[in-house]
C-alpha cells in the first residue's frame, strides 16, 4: 500500500472516530506485578509501521483482524492495541512468543512462576523483534481458556511523520467473551444458541443465559464493527 493510500484510508477512519466520539473506555485494565527496577523510559517515536493480521486460532471461518501500529510501540502497548482490536476486556495475563522466548510482564519468579527466557514487555519495543515482512509470532492470552492468536507481518512501512495512534483497518467476526471456556466453551456456546429452541439440558440453557448477560441478546458472533474498534483503540497513548 502506497504512503498516501495509507494516510488517506487512516485520515477517513480517524474522520469517522471523531463524528461519533461519545464513547467510553471499555474494559477493564489489569494492574501489571511491580517491578523492582527503574520505570521504563519512552521509546524514541519512529516512522516505521507495522501492519499486522492478528488471527485467533481454532476457529473456521476465522475471527481476525487487521492493524497499523507504530514501530516505537512497546510489546505493552500492542497488548493493548490486540485487546481492543478483538474486543477482550483486559481482565488476564498475556505473553508473546517468539519460538522459545517469550515477552511479557516479569513477576518476583520471572514470567507467571514458569522459568522462561524473557524480555519485558514494558521495555521491548515492535522494531527490535519485527524485523521482515511475514515474520510470525504468537499472543497468547488468558492462561486459563488460553486464547493463542497467531499474528503476522504483513507489511513494514516507512512513513513521513510517526504514526500517532493505532488504527484497526479490517477484521472479521466478534470476539468471544471472556471466561467461556476456551475455543470448546465458545463453540459449544455457538452451538447451543444455534438449537436453542429444541435445548432441554438445564445446563446448556443456564450457559446461554450467561451468554446474553456477557454479550446481549442480539449478540451476533459473524458480526464486527471496525468503527467501534477504532473508538477504543483511539484511548491508547504511544
Known sequence: MEEKKLM???????????STESARPRGRWVEAPKSKSSPPKKPRRSKTAYQLKISLSGFRPPIWRRVLVPGHATFDQLHLVIQ?????????LYEFQFGEIVIGIPDDWGLHGFAKTLEDARRTTLEQWLTEEKQKFVYIYDFGDYWRHNITVEKIETLSKPLERA?????KRACPP?????????????????NKDSLTDPELLERLEWLSDMKGDDFDPDAF????????LAYIQF
Do not use: F, P
Request: hydrophobic share 40%.
Open 167 to 171: 488504527t484497526c483497518l479490517k477484521g
Open 8 to 18: 488517506d484510508l487512516i485520515d477517513e477512519l480517524m474522520t469517522k472516530l471523531r
Open 225 to 232: 464493527d471496525v468503527a467501534e474498534a477504532n473508538k477504543r
Open 178 to 194: 471472556e471466561d467461556c471456556g476456551g475455543v470448546y466453551g465458545y463453540l459449544e456456546l455457538l452451538e447451543s444458541a444455534a
Open 84 to 92: 481492543e482490536a478483538m474486543g477482550w476486556e483486559q481482565a488476564h
